[in-house]
């Protein structure tokens, strides 16, 4: 099936500082891909959706300044947590739309440890 | 708005028992439902879907049937095994991107 990837799978930062953190289609192209925030034992809460070549869509609360969201290619897309904050750490995961017929298919998730 | 309830975990069955998660749903217009599975360090897999009213998604021993009347697309399997222990969600997707509304996830453990 199709393979969605992340990187880094885990991250550990200093307050203040700036995450970027990649998500990629390996082998199909994905006009749309998503990002979630996962808590612990919690639901999957969307944050965005990223569509290539415009700008992102985010979901009420969610602080655009905050989480940069770029997708540039129909492969590739970024969140950047900037000016990250212990209250920032948190499961991150995306996915990608596509394949025939259409689904969402999820990367394996970035854990993000603001200290 | 969208949301989905989802039955509250942990779920612990002996192997070969029967499995049923509930889910309820609430949305407009005609969502698409989902059940994704969560395998320990992995990324979701979507396990089965129903696009309308009264289809059967099934997928490896697993089913749910899409509700209209009750809004609901429970998953059932009726002999469950050790590797299926893991996190599910229920979820439904609408709008033109067919966002995703997840249910807050059924931690299963399947005892030998």
């Known amino acids: 099936g199709a393979v969605v990837s992340q990187h880094p799978s885990r991250v550990i930062c200093k307050s203040g500082t700036s995450v970027k953190i990649e998500c990629r289609s390996l082998?199909?192209?994905?006009?749309?891909m998503f990002w979630y925030r996962q808590f612990p034992k919690k639901s999957l809460m969307l944050m965005a959706t990223?569509?290539?070549?415009?700008?992102?869509?985010?979901e009420q609360g969610v602080e655009k300044d905050k989480f940069l969201i770029n997708h540039a290619s129909l492969t590739l897309s970024t969140l950047t947590v900037t000016s990250a904050h212990p209250e920032d750490s948190s499961f991150y995961i995306c996915?990608?739309?596509?394949?025939?017929?259409?689904?969402?298919?999820f990367g394996p998730g970035t854990r993000l440890l603001v200290l | 708005g969208n949301s989905v309830t989802q039955m509250e975990g942990p779920v612990t069955l002996s192997e070969e028992a029967f499995l049923t998660i509930n889910c309820t749903y609430t949305?407009?217009?005609?969502?698409?439902l989902f059940w994704y599975v969560q395998y320990p360090g992995e990324g979701l897999q979507l396990l089965l879907k129903?696009?309308?009213?009264?289809d059967k998604g099934s997928n490896k021993g697993f089913e749910a049937t899409y509700r209209k009347e009750t809004t609901s697309f429970h998953l059932e399997k009726g002999s469950v095994q050790v590797s299926d222990s893991a996190v599910y969600f229920c979820?439904?997707?609408?709008?033109?991107?067919?966002?995703?509304?997840f249910g807050s996830g059924t931690q299963l453990t399947v005892l030998p």
């Open positions: 996915s990608a739309k596509g394949g025939t017929p259409e689904t969402q298919y």
């Open positions: 082998d199909f192209q994905a006009t749309t």
């Open positions: 990223s569509n290539e070549g415009s700008k992102a869509t985010y």
């Open positions: 949305a407009t217009g005609y969502p698409s």
């Open positions: 129903a696009t309308k009213a009264d």
């Open positions: 979820a439904l997707g609408s709008g033109s991107a067919r966002q995703l509304t």
